[in-house]
């Protein structure tokens, strides 16, 4: 079975920051990975698709990248409404593994 | 605009089946390179997707939970549904509803998720 893990578990950011979240995988995914937003009683949001496509509608300022085992999401500048939890997702096997998640906070 | 909506019971009891449904919006689940999945996750813990099914009806499931889901879809109805049976307190999760596009199977869209709460 595929394994996800993330780095780090949480995070303290100020409104501003930048701030790097890193996905790796257990086996080569080439491009099959997603990051999404999760706060709280609401749905999940799909944030990037492809490892590096940026959903419509999710602001600029959210980039990923990476290929293989390796992977990244980038917040160039935090906004108060990021804060949430971050997962990351394969779907290069037909079992979607999710990754731990990464929680930012203030 | 696609929206997704879980309905079910809130609380089951240890032992019972639990049946979900999902009912489909501003769109059809039967056209398209989609799939429709469920997932769940549990108080604490992270996301856990539990299996999906095609538009042909075509079916597949977490191996961890293979055992005891069924995942099916009604096109009249343009929903689809989730029975897991043999509940225990583990079970207990919030569960999402959502659709899978295009090559990447990417997850596009999401219900607002129900709580389930399994307890005598």
């Known amino acids: 079975d595929i394994q996800m893990t993330q780095s780090p578990s949480s995070l303290s950011a100020s409104p501003g920051d930048r701030v790097t979240i890193t996905c790796r995988s257990s086996q080569t995914i080439t491009t099959y990975l997603s990051w999404f937003q999760h706060k709280p009683g609401k749905a999940p949001r799909l944030l990037i698709y492809?490892?590096?496509s940026l959903q419509s509608g999710v602001p600029s300022r959210f980039s990923g990248s990476g290929y293989g085992t390796d992977f990244t999401l980038t917040i160039s500048s935090l906004q108060p409404e990021d804060f949430a939890t971050y997962f990351c997702?394969?779907?290069?096997?037909?079992?979607?593994?999710f990754g731990p998640g990464t929680k930012v906070d203030i | 605009q696609l929206q997704l909506q879980e309905s079910g019971p809130g609380l089951v009891r240890p032992s019972e089946t639990l049946s979900l449904t999902c009912i489909v919006s501003g769109g059809s689940v039967s056209m398209g390179s989609y799939r429709w999945s469920w997932i769940r996750q549990p108080p604490g813990e992270g996301l856990e997707w539990i299996g999906c099914?095609?538009?042909?009806?075509?079916?597949n499931y977490s191996p961890s939970l293979k055992s005891r889901v069924a995942i099916s879809l009604d096109m009249s109805r343009n929903q689809f549904s989730l029975r897991l049976n043999s509940l225990t307190a583990a079970d207990t999760a919030v569960y999402y509803c959502?659709?899978?596009?295009?090559?990447?199977?990417?997850?596009?869209?999401w219900g607002k998720g129900t709580t389930v709460t399994v307890s005598s």
């Open positions: 099914v095609y538009n042909s009806g075509r079916t």
């Open positions: 997702q394969e779907s290069y096997t037909t079992q979607f593994t």
């Open positions: 959502a659709r899978n596009l295009g090559q990447y199977q990417y997850m596009d869209v």
């Open positions: 492809a490892a590096s």
